[in-house]
């Protein structure tokens, strides 16, 4: 697959779509909780349902992306995107206006949500496999690392419009309707414009559909590198929900050279805090990716100690600017870790279990958002420092497997006699999309 073809731009479009949707919500959502006058935890815990939907489902459209193709999944996917962030943005609005009670509006918010936990995870999913389908194992690296890039430009873009679209009327939920509207255009382009992405796959014998993927999660060679990707998604799955609380709260006091603000005046400092954690991410995946030709087995090594020392430096290191370095590494961090373990993944099964693959790494989203924001969170209320003492163990574990399990040990990618002396590596990053 030709990677500057208007099918990857396309499949990239729809990653930064995403991502960039969700990290506006994320970073409203903390303002819109205190707005509501609901405890932290209570709104970490309200979208855990929306998480465990991801979960569940996220192998179910694997093997829809098998058997119906990879675009009409995609399709789905970004259609549910679509009426979630339109209905969360409703609901929104309904409550900060007044027009419905705070408990309502936010129950009707987690049900906004639950609906891209549904759908949410199709069209990462598809997108993967497409490109698994087109891609060898040498390419796939970097094809992994371009599609994690676009994801990556999208949490750029999604905390730095975000302040911008706290409109009249609308107020904080202003950003989920325009992302809605992004995302709409985006279904209608890839309707009309990107290729249906049926790989041919030879019939079994029997007629009946094969799940050459069933029980793929406890393979040996695929196992391990799911306990990675939990233990790193997890921990920082625990920094993105404490993030905006963390923020609000140290700028609830003056400090840091800082008046003292409310949460809703927190919010452009909150987008600040994200859009820096997201350049760091880009750093890492368009410049020392590819500048250093790393392989996933050093990716993932760097990518979980990195994300250890950002952690440690939450604890370390108080107040606003604390915080925003803290995270910014932590964001290096994930951006070497997830290129390597999803690529490392997808090398190491077969061309038929690629489908099956993507979508064990991509419930892995779920995962990290079921348990860890909720836990994360409450022990934030408990104590500032706990949740990153906890995550701070939970890299410990990623970082001893990186090192120490076979399995990760042996990800690398084969080189490809056919490629030309001076293709990049397969390593190399560009515009983000694929998750």
Known sequence: MNLRSPAFFILCAVSLIASGGNMALQSVLPAIGREFHLSDTLVAGAFALSALLWTLTSPVWARQSDLRGRKRVIMIGLWGFVVSMLGFGLAATSGL????????????????????????????????????????????????????????????????????????????????????????????????????????????????????????????????????????????????????????????????????????????????????????????????????????????????????????????????????????VVSMGVGFARPGFTAGSSIAVTAAEQGAVAGLMMSLAGLSFLAPPVIGVALYELSEPAPFVGNALLLIGALAAAWFSPALKAARAAPDPTAPADTPPASQPGPEGNR
């Open 97 to 328: 206006e007044h027009w419905l009670g705070a408990a309502l509006a936010f129950t009707l918010m987690a049900v906004a949500r639950s609906v891209y936990g549904l759908f949410g995870s199709a069209a990462p999913i598809a997108s993967q496999a497409y490109v698994a389908d087109r891609t060898t194992a040498a390419e796939r690296t970097q094809a992994m690392s371009l599609l994690a890039s676009a994801q990556g430009l999208g949490t750029v873009i999604g905390p730095v419009l975000a302040p911008f679209l706290v409109l009249p009327v609308i107020g904080l939920a202003g950003p989920m309707y325009v992302f809605a509207l992004i995302g709409a255009v985006a279904l209608f382009v890839v309707w009309r414009r990107l290729p249906s992405g049926d790989a041919v796959r030879t019939p079994s014998p029997s007629g009946q559909a094969e799940h050459r993927g069933k029980g793929l999660w406890k393979d040996p060679r695929v196992r391990d590198f799911l306990l990675y990707g939990l233990l790193v998604t997890g921990a920082q799955a625990v920094n993105i929900s404490v993030l905006g609380f963390h923020v609000i709260d140290e700028l609830a006091t003056a400090g840091s050279g800082l008046a003292a603000m409310t949460a809703r005046q927190a919010q452009p400092f909150i987008g600040l805090a994200m859009l820096t954690g997201a350049i760091a991410t880009l750093m890492v995946q368009w410049g020392l990716i590819p500048l250093l030709r790393l392989q996933p087995r050093e990716l993932m090594r760097w990518g979980a100690a990195l994300a250890l020392l950002g952690n440690l430096i939450s604890i370390l290191a108080p107040g606003y600017f604390g915080v925003v370095v803290g995270y910014a």
